[in-house]
């Protein structure tokens, strides 16, 4: 957990509390097969985009309008249920 934790303050300049592992998935792609987890938290500050990537807060039925890699898809499913 200290590697999210770290990757949080990389990309987002903002600690996180990690609160329990939502659920795990396996996604085979062509070329690899990743194993992904995902996490409850909560931000610990007011994140800023690091990297110059776009960051913006929407809905979680705007959330099926936007694009995800095919591995995010069941975590996509269960956020919009």
Not at 4 to 9: D, M, Q, T, W
Not at 22 to 28: A, K, L, Q, T
Not at 63 to 71: H, S, V
């Amino acid at each position: 957990m200290d590697s999210l934790a770290r990757e949080i303050v990389e990309e987002l300049d903002t600690a996180i509390v990690i609160d329990r592992e939502v659920f795990s998935v396996v996604h085979s792609y062509p070329d690899r097969t990743v194993e992904l987890h995902f996490f409850s938290c909560r931000l610990a500050g007011v994140p800023r985009s690091v990297l110059g990537q776009e960051m913006r807060w929407v809905s979680r039925e705007e959330l099926r309008t936007l694009p995800f890699p095919p591995a995010d898809e069941a975590l996509i499913d269960i956020l919009t249920r």
